[in-house]
């Protein structure tokens, strides 16, 4: 009797876990992956090529001309008496012009802005006051592309954009 209530429960408990779907498993599939010839112009984020190379690949014959370019823009929000900067805001503006290799033709163009906050802790190099501005750099590179690429598996990429 009391293995027939356990296989009638583990039973159950299968048939109601099913269809449990995974909410971090977001689809993060460029549809140019390894079709595409990215470069870069304005300001140097390091990180940023790492995640371009992750998300679209590399190609020898790639279909597509990415131009990302970079700009940057500080705002001072809190100056002591002395004219110490105690905050800093950033504002990043990530701008994505997708054209084809071929028919020399712009497909599609974004631009996505990222800002973050910054307050430097000593005057001059503090390693781990730098490392904090590396790492806040990172992420709004890794955001902008990932946000292109979900932009971008929206839109229809196969003509060319009059605009």
């Known amino acids: ?9 583990f039973t159950i408990l ?20 390894n079709n595409v010839d990215f470069n870069f112009s304005g300001i140097e984020i390091p990180s940023i090529y790492q995640y371009t190379t992750r ?20 705002t001072k929000r809190a100056v002591q008496s002395n004219q110490a900067v105690t905050k800093l805001d950033y504002d990043l503006s990530f701008n994505y012009n ?5 028919k020399n033709c712009k497909v599609y ?3 996505i802005i990222s800002r973050f906050s910054y307050t430097p802790k000593a005057e001059g190099y503090n390693f781990g006051s730098d490392q904090s501005l590396e790492k806040l750099y990172e992420l709004a590179a890794k955001e902008s592309v990932e946000k292109f690429i979900d932009l971008l598996s929206q839109a229809n990429i196969e003509e060319c954009d009059e605009n």
């Not at 009797?1 to 429960?9: A, G």
């Not at 690949?57 to 823009?73: H, R, T, V």
């Open 1 to 9: 009797m009391y293995k027939i209530i356990l296989v009638f429960v």
């Open 14 to 33: 299968l048939q109601g876990c099913g269809g449990i779907e995974f909410v971090y498993n977001k689809n993060t599939t460029s549809p140019i992956y």
């Open 55 to 74: 998300y679209f690949g590399s190609s020898d014959n790639p279909k597509y001309n990415l131009l990302i370019k970079i700009s940057e823009q500080k």
């Open 98 to 102: 997708l054209s084809y290799r071929n």
């Open 109 to 111: 163009k974004q631009e």
